[in-house]
């Protein structure tokens, strides 16, 4: 689906073309790259989903689903990290307090970076059992624990935090917190060397006593969890979209690569098997772009997306790395050279298909529908 | 897994559910049901079509200027749904999809006065003349001649693989006028009436048994001028118009969706090898959710393409990617189908899907048509384009490979 | 594996043509042809593993193996219904009894047909659950029960049957009987018509207090269902060369159109994807031969065949139906036509993945060693 | 999952692993298992294979009469696996695999007599000079050029993709000596020491990272006429020759039983998003037997041709199919692992791979070099003829189509 906001085509265009200017010294130093945010301001991606009053794009969620698509090319790490900090500058905006705005305007300068704060070391894919706590005090909130596979983990300072607030209660209990990293009780942990991933700065970081003051708490008990629960939906269909994206972005080498050996006036790749193989890949992107586009539509419109987002998810966790590999051989051993990207975008394809509900979740999911 | 309606579409459909249930009798509902072809014997499916026609909702893809309803592309969907969901007899659809829309855009006021209403009320049945012995998917290689005598052509050769022509009373074909320049270029679009002097009609049976399929032979056929569809040597422009419509017009995943709920119910009532529910078995589960994802892909790639023939987009190449979805799932699907019926896939006895038969099938009455409709769905990567005239087409036009 | 047994390759292709010039008629007359029999019978392959001093072939188990495949390319269930006959005729030799012995005389001139009984209409996988009961008396066994989806139940007359004489004793309890057709309490039921299947003639019979005397006790309680467990890896493996034999046919077919389409000028058949997709068949096909003639040689050798065996059925029952059906995709619409027997190869398919242990029970076996 | 062996057989495997006990040291098991190419590390192997080469046994595939063990076929699978089992250092091949048995074959007496000696003992690390940027698959095509001046060639061009050049001190390479005729003809197979004057190595990354495959650079290169193997322009005989040894010789099944054991170890541990064991967890049993069969069938199908081959047949286009049957299912092979890993097939050190570091990876060992084990083996489809030429031998020569 096209853009729907004003000239996001261009600034997307651009950032495009810093992220494949700069994509392979990122992974070579193994470092997750904090430049990124500033250009990614400077081109005015941090505020994507912002409303245009605070200084935003106020961009629907299809937008952000395309956004994901077009930057996934080159690169899904970067991409996914990009919308991980919007995500936090956006939902600021629904807080009452203006302590919340001014950390959401330095989000859009990139001059604090955000993210989510879910999964912890021993909860993984079970949202309801984490052990990070939140004690009421009459000075605030009280937090401890450490959480595991941050996106952002690396500069991450303003962090939409879940904690458990009374663990008999389960779900019931978990509510969300804005965390400031610049304060006391924040400590960063290892950050991860992810294979094709080191523009999400994965990582764990841990709090002690970290004390949050009471309007810092941005989603009470009960309600926290059902906000995770919806966002899971969108995070799931711009997961797929991204997939698709380097799925495109490997079918384009491979037809171009095609072309190329043509002019060279050789035949290796006219033959129809690689057409064949290639028309094939064609096909599927075509059907899970349909499914992601159908899911953006619903959740744009406020609808149940949870089956769609789930089928988009699945699909893709099962088709992008066939898709890839596949794109690859046509290729033949230049496919291989490290400068294509396309073993990143392997990687990339293993990270989507755990992040947000893991393929065999998604099955789960679906199967209950049966 | 239905996605929710708006309510003026909920009384669509409820309108469209009504007239089913009132004019979808019992007779024809079961006569459809004991059926695997891609089409139900011409008599029960020719009543349906007829009770559709009165409503005038047979030709239902038509805009209201051309004498249809002239509905939008979810109403369209709705209908094809609803129709297949309650297993309505498939119709012989060569007219209104095939032959009518054509005649609209190429064919003479006088043709288009003739043929149009007749096709709304299915008066004729149409087969469609393009395949011959040395010219299937390389259709343009095409040998049957007519040579021109005064105000008529004659006829000489043969077409293959023509359905329903043992019931058919009219045909339209593609013949060649010309040897000269490129082989696309002699071709021209003729209509002709099934019971001309010098047409045999040979049957080709099926895998399943079924007879369907024919050999049409031509012999000195004699036929107007008048039953040309646009100018002479234009038959080639005017049939790829239609086979992109053929490719882009049809909807598969309405009938899909109805296997895959049948399948489901079976799957709640057959028991796996190990005892438990076939819908328990972790390795059923798992390829049902596999083809419930591949249908509701294939089922959106199809309303977005819907949605540019609605605003007027001829679909192109594109529509190569809806045809290979549509039938490869759709043999899944099948084989799915197999699977879930185990043994009763294996009795034969076609006697028993003839309409009017006493032979009892030995199984439930879900399994009567599996086996056949299995193989019967083979053709579906083979007609209209196959597979791999598909891919080489996406290979060419969409890669530019 | 070239035929061992000296000329057995000539009896062999005698036989394929016979079947081939009249299967379509077979099929389309919906019966099993008992004239077959006597065509085998002429040939001299009644006696296939029958010793040579009985005036039988005395051919090993590979080159049983090795005829399942060769005459499946016409058609599988015309050897398949030979086999079960002549199965019957050389484990008759081992019995110490003239009678027995003049009943296998008769089975190899076909004026008898023989076949093993041991499914029943309740009782599919589970072989421990038969219901047909052996009582003894002072005047021999009395046997009651029916037996279902028994192959040449059209015409077998002399049966090696397999009966419950304990209940309380399980598998421990089972025996084997031979069952003359032709005496009373014998009634033939309900012979099935099953696509692609007629000559195998499945159906159905009843014992009704059928009399059988104390030396028509083949095994008795206890080795019975070893002998049949046994027996039961040389079907799978058998069966598995037969969806070789299948697939080799349809393979044949589709290169020799493709070959003939080249012929007449037409370039559609020399299309590299069609190369490649057969290619791709022809690969699988000897990966099955491999692993069938594996398990033959281990049977031959006396040896454990219990996985190889498995993994040749399991293999078969996943590639023959999309290795035939890619053959047909390959022969376009002639593909369908009903003179090459690929339905019916199709149907044979499906066929052979149910019989002597479905797919789904092989996954279970090789699990097991898992 | 293994068959019995005869009692002969049975000692001669006690043999191998007893010298294996002895000799394959700790230090080498670790280097080798922290590596994940397609060869370990040059020293580490190197080391191996003098070791191996001492006994007699690193020509383990040759005859007697050349200078090697005699060993029957199961003999040599026997050792094979056992390697395999133990994870021994995977040995740069292409001497005693490659070049020594053409040698043996086209080679003059004097070449014989002063490199077969060699190859057993590993005193030389060579490398295959084949493919060039615009000859991969179609091999003929190669424009590096050699232009006889007196005794000796003058040597102008590039390879590529060539492994372990920049560490081997000979290679083995296919010149163009003539422009006439077919370009199959004018083809001369020579051997080039690394360290003459004139050549200049280029590194090519892989996927994981790893350094394994250069670019070699020729520039006015000057070798003798002596180390011409086989007759001028009839290098690509010679070459054909190696092609189908390199098909037919190697087995994949080793290696592959051996992953697929540590796969069934991982998923014993690993448990599943649901909490079961992995191998309890029936998608990933399911894909697991599904597996167990292809390496089984792959396994037979190599047994098979390892027989031929033994029986001086030659393999020919069949070798085909052990080569399309051992790769793909590799990949599969691969991707299960990585699938049994779960999140520890992410971490990025290629650091932690190096003999001797000191950088210690996030997780379990056998997850340490399973998602560059599966990087690297996307090669495996590529390199000793794609897949696609393969399949398009086979069509030819085996289907003659």
Known sequence: MPFQTKSLDVKAGKFSDYVQKHRLHWEKRQEAPKEMFKRAADVGLLGLETETVFGGLGASFSDKVELGRVISHQSMAAVFALINSQNVASRLRLSPH???????????????????????????????????????????????????????????????????????????????????????????????????????????????????PEEDLLSPPGEAFKFAMNSINGA???????????????????????????????????????????????????????????????????????????????????????????????????GLREEHFLGQHLAAAKIAAFTDGSTEMMKERIGAYL | MELALKPEDEAFRQEVRDFIAEHLTEDLRTNAAIQASVRTD??????????????????????????????????????????????????????????GPLIAKFGTEEQKNFYLPRITRHDDSWCQGYSEPGAGSDLASLQTRAVSDGDDYIINGTKIWTTGAHY????????????????????????????????????????SGDHELNQVFFDNVRIPKSNRIGEENQGWTVAKYLLEFERGGVSYTPGLKASLSSIREIANIERSDTGERLIDEADFKQALAKLEVEVMAAEF?????????????????????????????????????????????????????????????????????????????????????????????????????
């Not at chain 1, 909130?141 to 300072?157: E, F, H, P, Q």
């Not at chain 1, 711009?238 to 799925?247: H, I, K, P, R, S």
Request: glycine share 10%; hydrophobic share 40%.
């Open chain 1, 98 to 212: 203006p302590k919340h705005h001014q950390m959401a305007d330095e989000l859009l300068n990139a001059d604090r970076i955000g993210c989510t704060a879910l999964t912890e070391p021993h909860a993984g894919s079970d949202f309801a059992a984490i052990k990070t706590s939140a004690v009421k005090t009459e000075n605030g909130w009280v937090l401890n624990g450490s959480k595991a596979w941050i996106t952002n983990a690396a500069y991450a300072d303003t962090i939409m935090l879940y904690a458990q607030t009374n663990p008999e209660k389960g779900w019931r209990g978990i509510a969300s917190f804005v965390i400031d990293a610049r304060r006391t009780g924040f400590r960063r942990g290892e950050i991860y060397k992810l294979i094709g991933g080191h523009a999400i700065g994965a990582g764990e970081f841990h709090l002690e006593d970290y004390l949050a």
């Open chain 2, 301 to 401: 790639t199809e309303k977005k393409q819907m949605t540019d023939l609605a605003r007027g987009k001829n679909p192109g190449a594109k529509s190569s990617i809806t045809k290979l979805l549509g039938s490869e799932v759709g043999q899944r699907v099948a084989e799915l189908k197999m699977k879930a019926v185990a043994h009763y896939a294996l009795p034969f006895m076609p006697e028993s899907r003839v309409p009017g038969n006493n032979v009892e099938f030995p199984g439930p009455q879900y399994a009567l048509t599996t086996t056949a409709a299995y193989l019967n769905g083979r053709a579906s990567t083979i007609y209209a384009g196959s597979s791999e005239v598909q891919r080489t087409i996406l290979a060419k036009q969409v890669l530019e490979l």
């Open chain 2, 42 to 99: 011409p008599e029960t499916a020719g009543t349906w079509a007829r009770r559709l026609g009165e409503k005038g909702w047979l030709a239902y893809n038509w805009p209201k200027e051309m004498g249809g309803p002239g509905w939008n592309v979810l109403q369209r969907y709705i209908f094809e749904s609803e129709c297949a969901a309650v297993g309505a007899p498939l119709i012989n659809s060569m007219g209104y999809r095939m032959i």
């Open chain 1, 236 to 334: 799931r269909t711009y997961v797929a979209a991204m997939c698709v994206g380097m799925m495109e972005n490997a079918l384009e080498l491979a037809t171009s690569y095609a072309k190329q050996r043509q002019t060279f006036g050789t035949e290796l790749l006219s033959h129809q098997g690689y057409r064949w193989s290639l028309s094939d890949v064609a096909t599927q992107i075509a059907a899970l772009s349909a499914l992601t586009d159908k899911a953006a539509h619903l959740i744009d419109g406020g609808e149940d997306a949870v089956l769609a987002a789930a089928m988009a998810k699945k699909m893709a966790g099962e088709i992008t790395i066939p898709a890839i590999t596949a794109c690859m051989q046509a290729m033949g051993a230049h």
């Open chain 2, 168 to 207: 058919a009373n009219r045909c339209f074909c593609l013949v060649r006028t010309s040897t000269e320049g490129k082989k696309q270029e002699g071709i021209t679009f003729v209509l002709i009436d099934m019971d001309t002097p010098g047409i045999e009609v040979q049957p080709i049976l099926m895998l």
